[in-house]
């Protein structure tokens, strides 16, 4: 049978077509021709057997519609609940792809902080790993070290994303002395949120913005050694991931902090002498020439003091080698502040003698230098098992270019000139 879009309909189609209109039409007629019973009677039975027929199969195909529906409830609840879990999945996964790339960048954090034994490197390298790979480069990362004799922090390395940032709190903040105090960690979302602090007196001491930050301690064998911290102008800026990382770094940074200030004191130990603190004679020595050099080339003057103390052998004999050792670190003192506002270097340069170099001073310079250096010595009073006491010194003095050519000549002049004073009568200054 033809159907309005010119297409034969299929074969099952058109014999249900058939079956309706014997059933519903040619069925109804032969009932009111040939049945006895009165044919509306017939007729009415035969539309409510259909109705009844017709019913059933509603209520049995709303059943099915209705199961079917079920079905497919149950299986967009789990789509929905697969969809959510797979969602999940791939936020953990992501997020362990990232704690899987930061600690596999603790492997080169440690690798760079022990290249170098340096301090000020070292630091260097912590601040910037740690603004780069949790900061990402955004925001401030400052760096304090703890003084070793005024226990205050102070602020060694500062990375900042604004080079024009100024940061006021050298000695650190109210969120900097919370980690001194605690010793421990510290991450902040929201800080006008976090009830821990006083923000009223954070204004007063640095006017930049803060919304949020994360610090942790430098922390080796019970001793602190400082803390690394990062802070933001915005909210949320870090999470706990951001704060366990960064206490790993500074774990590792601690070992490579404190590993650094012992190869430094090491190094001031090889250069400075361990009573005075004043250069060896060696390193003096080498300094010397690469300053003589630097004059040479530069057309400068260049004078050399050396003095000796009068009669120190006395003093060791009446008050005890302790007391001798005293008036040592009390020449050196005397000899260091007053050299402070000078370019100079100062030397132990044996048991009681001292050697100064001055670059820029000329002789006659030196020479009145020199005596008031004198003078200032022997009015100092120092205490001698309860004695008081006063210590003089005999001073030689040399120029270059005046009285030498090279740095060995100006030993031996300047040598003479002390060998000179002494043998006038010590308590005196010679210039050759």
Request: aromatic letters at 10%.
């Amino acid at each position: 049978m033809p159907n309005p879009s010119g297409k034969v309909l299929p074969l099952k189609i058109t014999g249900y077509i058939i079956s309706l209109l014997l059933f519903y039409f040619i069925l109804p007629i032969y009932l009111l021709k040939f049945c006895a019973t009165p044919r509306f009677v017939s007729l009415g039975l035969f539309y409510l057997s259909n109705l009844i027929i017709i019913y059933c199969l509603y209520r049995k195909n709303s059943a099915r519609n209705y199961s079917f529906d079920s079905l497919i409830q149950d299986v967009q609840e789990r789509f929905n609940l697969l969809r959510v879990e797979y969602a999940k999945e791939r936020q953990n996964n992501a997020a362990l792809k990232e704690k899987n790339r930061r600690y596999q960048s603790l492997k080169s954090v440690l690798e760079k902080i022990n290249q170098d034994l340096d301090l000020d490197n070292v630091a260097d390298t912590l601040a910037a790993e740690v603004f780069s790979l949790i900061g990402d480069n955004k925001g401030l990362c400052l760096l304090y070290l703890v003084d070793n004799q005024t226990q205050k922090l102070n602020l060694f390395k500062a990375k900042k994303d604004d080079p024009t940032l100024v940061v006021k709190s050298k000695e650190g903040d109210i969120f900097d002395h919370w980690v001194l105090r605690h010793a421990g960690p510290l991450l902040i979302e929201d800080i006008k949120n976090d009830f821990r602090f006083d923000l009223e007196k954070l204004k007063t001491q640095d006017s930049r913005p803060i919304s949020s930050l994360i610090s942790a301690p430098f922390i080796s064998e019970n001793k602190f050694l400082g803390l690394i911290r990062l802070d933001n102008k915005s909210t949320h800026s870090y999470s706990q991931d951001d704060l366990r990382f960064l206490a790993s770094i500074s774990d590792l940074g601690a070992l490579a902090l404190e590993n650094s200030e012992l190869y430094q004191k090491t190094q001031d130990l090889a250069i400075h002498d361990a009573l005075t603190s004043l250069y060896t004679k060696g390193y003096f020595a080498q300094r010397l020439r690469e300053e003589f050099k630097r004059c040479t080339r530069q057309v400068m003057p260049l004078s050399m003091l050396m003095l000796d103390i009068d009669l120190f052998k006395n003093y060791n004999d009446q008050f005890g080698h302790t007391a001798g050792d005293i008036v040592l670190k009390e020449i050196s003192r005397i000899i260091r502040e007053s050299l402070s506002n000078f370019n100079a270097m100062i030397s132990r340069f044996g048991g009681e003698e001292f050697c100064a170099v001055i670059t820029g001073m000329d002789k006659n310079s030196a020479c009145s230098f020199a005596d008031s250096l004198r003078a200032d010595i022997e009015k100092e009073k120092i205490i001698l098992r309860r004695v008081e006491s006063h210590v003089t010194v005999s001073i030689g003095v040399a120029s270059f270019p005046v009285d030498a050519t090279d740095e060995d000549e100006l030993i031996q002049r300047t040598d003479k000139a002390l060998y000179k004073a002494k043998q006038k009568g010590r308590n005196r200054v010679c210039c050759i």
